[in-house]
């Protein structure tokens, strides 16, 4: 599903250029879920918003369903992410001036052919628990509530795949097993998972885990995968169906 | 249940939740709003009064009959009064014998008057009344003082009646068992206008050969008699020129004529409008880069969302499309806002004559449809200036990476 060869991401300061990301291979099949561990500057994020096309590689190749996405239009990138990526922040990334239901709606607002409805989102915030606080503003929200409001944003238009950035960082230790929890159920209903985090506690949570440390990517744990394989065939099946 | 988010949701939503920030823009834009409508309704208010000033003064030249200057009262250099109706005599012309007047070099316009008589109608008026004669189709001297345009030419049957003279517009009135229906009232005038009939011409020499109307010593009204015709001199020609030219094929005639010019009002008054439209455009031109400044600071504020809204696969014209748009419905608003509040203080100043003082010049109130066409133009502009304004920040934020813009700290 995501093909990465041999990026590289590369930022000039005054004094020297800074690899953020170092020649990474990374291949990520539909179904998984998979981690990437690493402290705070090791280039995950950046790693992360080169899959999402929020960022071009400074050179190497990132192929998500076998399309180069470094290399397409700003806006054919743009129709991409409205598709085929739901990206959830460390920060809650809602928009606080619409309700909950409204921010998980708004992403059919770039993706007018796609999936999404109001029904949809009604839908999706009763799978994340959050059916009954469809009409609050984000302000009136928690942390937590807030995380599953926008994971919920995040699948409104059935993407290919799920990005998230730190997305337990500034959550209690509760909240965050909940929003893990969530994860777990929505890759074992098919979505495909790409999270980001520097907690190592979270490593049982994903079927496949990498570890990052100065812009170079090594993989740490894999257990046997064949819950991840039958996912993985079951839930091509389906987008296939779709 | 299968609808999806639309802009206007959005936008709308994105309006309802910033009040602070959206009253400064609404302010800013109705500031701008009020001073474009304002203008254009004092520049309109006083061209419109100069007009009707202009078009009430009557006549550059009166020509009459022979001897006629007997009756006038204001003949020579120090004439500064207004010919708007010829004086009432027994002294007439033939109407034919005139007719070459309308086509000497310099004349614009011309009008046949005719004075019947002056009588007694005391449940007219308590003054001696005037009855004239008038043609409707040529008269520029008796209808602008009209203090409403007559509903329809003036017909048969039909009069003008001076302000003084009593009676309802649609009444009818009788002067020597002749019915007529008062088609218009004029405006006062402080002269003999004031208590004067006019009819068509036609009922004017219906009316004179009743018995009594004209004394038994002077001749009898036949069709084709006038007292005078008054003439309006083209823009720009001489009078005096013009008035040789009348009186040379004709030099037994009187020709009179007036003996001030509107020339120093008319420059005067033509000032008002230019200091106007210099202080809309100073205005504009300041208000201009603090709305330029406000979309930006707004642009800035909005980064993150700008960027979420990206990663969420909002293209550029998407993002172009709502940052102009909530520009352009702040400007509506504050147009709106500004016109309403400049419609509102107009008619308060208008009710305690503040603003003619304060300019010094008659304001004539435009009509509906030129307010109209004032609100249309300023609500235009204030669009114009927000679609502008907005401009460079939108285009700022559609080209904004994302994910630059997402870890901005706003």
Redesign the interface.
Known sequence: MIEVTAVTKAFSTNTAEVRAVDEVNLEVNPGEFVLILGRSGSGKSTLLAMLAGLICPTSGTVKLRGRDIGNLPEDEIAGLRAKEIGFVFQFSGLIPTITALENVMLPTLFCPDGPGSRSRAIELLRKVGMSHREDAYPRTLSSGEMKRVAIARALINEPSILIADEPTGDLDSVTEIEIMELFKELNFDGTTIVMVTHNPDLVPYGTKTYGMNHGKLVEVFSPPCVNSAQQSSSYSSRKDAT | ???????F??IA??L???PGRNLATIFCFAFIAANIFSAQYIIAGAVGSVDLGVSRMGADILVAAPQYSVFYKYVGPENTAAIVKVEPSTLRINARSVDSTGSVEGVAKTSQQLYVTTMNLPELSSSPVDIFGIDPATDFTIQPWLNHPLNSPLGPGEVIIGNTIKGAISSQISVLAHPYIIAGRLDPTRTAVDTTIFLRMEDAYALAVADGIVPSSAPRIIPGDINGVLVKVKPGADPAMVQARIKAPNAALTVLGRHFTLDPVSKEIQGLPNLLIMITAVVVLAAFPLIALISAMVARERQR?IG?????????N?ILFLIMTESLVLATLGGIAGIGASIVIFSLLNIHRVLTSGVQVSLHMPAPHEIAVMVGMALFIVMIIGSLASLWPAYQSSIM???DA?RHEG
Do not use: H
């Not at chain 2, 249940?1 to 802009?7: A, E, V």
């Open positions: 249940m299968n609808q999806k988010m639309d802009y949701t959005f939503a994105s309802r939740n910033k969302e979420l809204l990206k990663s969420m696969g909002a293209k550029r998407i990476n994302p994910y997402i």
